[in-house]
């Protein structure tokens, strides 16, 4: 088992319960609906949450994607670890508050998507911002972006 292997089992497990997260509140909020139509009941599961919870899918992908990229120069440490463990876990944090614990308590999930909103945004900011400080560092990346200005 290589290095990449190794870290990015874990890593591949903690974005794939971020994805499961998604789909799981996605699947609440459709039950409730269909529980509501069938008694009559208002209720909506709109478009703002829906749209958020693919821009966070899209997003997790692109990260699992980079991941795939990096690959050559992933060494296991605890460093790494730690740091692929609370980079993930913080997709797992905005996953979960994407969708509520139980949407029947809004008559509309865009009231919750109003409140959640920022702080999903802000955590994906955030692993935005590290992930792009991590790439400047990276002696590959450099060489690649050197390569590339050369060539233009």
Do not use: K
């Not at 478009?47 to 994607?65: E, G, Q």
Request: aromatic share 14%; glycine share 6%; proline share 3%.
């Amino acid at each position: 088992m290589s290095d990449f292997e190794f870290v990015f089992a874990l890593y591949s497990l903690l974005l794939g319960l971020s994805m499961v997260e998604l789909l799981g509140g996605l699947g609440r909020a459709l039950e409730v609906r269909f529980a509501a139509q069938a008694e009559r009941e208002a209720f909506s599961i709109g478009w703002l949450t829906p749209l958020l919870a693919i821009f966070v899918m899209l997003d997790l992908l692109s990260f699992w994607s980079a991941a795939w990229v990096a690959r050559g120069s992933i060494a296991v440490s605890t460093t790494t670890l730690m740091a692929v463990a609370a980079f993930a876990s913080v997709y797992f944090l905005a996953a979960r508050l994407v969708f509520p614990s139980h949407p029947e308590g809004f008559a509309n999930l865009d009231v919750h998507y109003f409140r959640v909103r920022r702080i999903v945004l802000g955590l994906l900011l955030v692993l935005l911002l590290r992930s792009w400080a991590i790439i400047c560092r990276c002696p590959t990346w450099r060489q690649v972006w050197r390569a590339r200005s050369r060539g233009s």
